[in-house]
């Protein structure tokens, strides 16, 4: 139904890993599975976001369904919520139904029901998002959809160099400027944060080891309450003055203790190689 929460679903399952198409006609279907089956393989799932926006396409879904003519195991998923619900969603939206036709929002939606009445009764899976928030949607798709590998939560470090700007999306920044600078070593400074010299040289610090006892828990604590609200990417930065000495080597060590804590976690160098 219009406003039940496509959208948020269709976002959760990308997140999943599925390959979505958004507002697909029907009859296309089985061409998009035959696309993806040859450029990705059959092992690459597949989400279709279908609505009353197809028009005179709609009709041809359920006998794409029936007959099988994907190719593959197929699971019907209908949102559905309650027209006061819907209708408070629409407005606060400011957008028209698309069934509306110059009439009243509700009977837009009466048309909507009537449209989709038989696809609903074949559902697999009927979610009604009335009283749920956002996240709790989400939660629902992954508790459906999810596997263990796609729900863990993702931590990305990003190094950086503070001379070239902080990373405008990171989540948290962290500075590792309190800690000896190795350019100002001769025999280091060639070298970068990913060479066992100047990693051994930066954790090896007085307060490096320190830092990392007690950043490291605090990311995974902020890590379990990301999942508790349905978010499964964190992108911390740790920079220092150019990002080729001690943030790199901090990034590592950081990620590596994450994975060693079961976190799915990767350090990339944004600045590494700038200077």
């Known amino acids: 139904m219009t406003g039940a929460g496509r959208s948020t679903a269709a976002k959760e399952l990308e997140d999943l890993g599925f390959y979505v ?55 019907l998923v209908f949102l559905d919520a309650s027209d006061e619900v819907l209708v408070r969603r629409q407005e606060a939206a400011r957008r028209p139904h698309p069934l509306q036709e110059g ?3 509700l009977d837009g939606l009466q048309r909507e029901r009537t449209v989709l009445a038989d696809l609903r009764s074949e559902a697999d899976l009927v979610i009604d998002t009335s009283n749920l928030n956002v996240h709790q949607l989400t939660d629902r798709i992954a508790e459906a959809f999810g596997t263990p590998e796609t729900t863990r939560l993702r931590v990305t470090l990003i190094s950086f160099g503070f001379k070239y700007g902080i990373p405008v999306d990171s989540d948290y920044v962290a500075d590792m ?41 605090l990311l995974a604590g902020v890590a379990e309450g990301y999942l508790r609200e349905g978010k499964r990417f964190m992108r911390v930065a740790i920079g220092c003055t150019g990002g080729k000495h001690r943030s790199v080597a901090m990034s590592e060590e950081i990620a590596r203790r994450l994975q060693d804590q079961g976190y799915v976690a990767r350090a990339l160098h944004r600045d590494l190689g700038r200077e």
Not at 28 to 52: F, I, S, T, Y
């Open 103 to 105: 009439g009243r929002l």
């Open 21 to 75: 198409v958004d507002n697909l006609p029907p009859s296309l279907l089985p061409d998009v599975v035959r696309l993806v089956d040859e450029g990705l393989g059959r092992a690459q799932r597949v989400a279709v976001v279908v609505d009353v926006r197809s028009g005179s396409f709609f009709s041809g879904l359920q006998s794409a369904l029936a007959h099988g003519t994907t190719g593959r195991n197929t699971t």
């Open 177 to 217: 400027r309190f800690l000896p600078n190795p350019h100002w070593v001769p025999e280091l400074r060639a070298h970068t944060g990913r060479d066992a010299d100047v990693s051994d040289y930066v954790l090896g610090r007085p307060g490096a080891k320190e830092f990392l006892d007690q950043f490291v828990p």
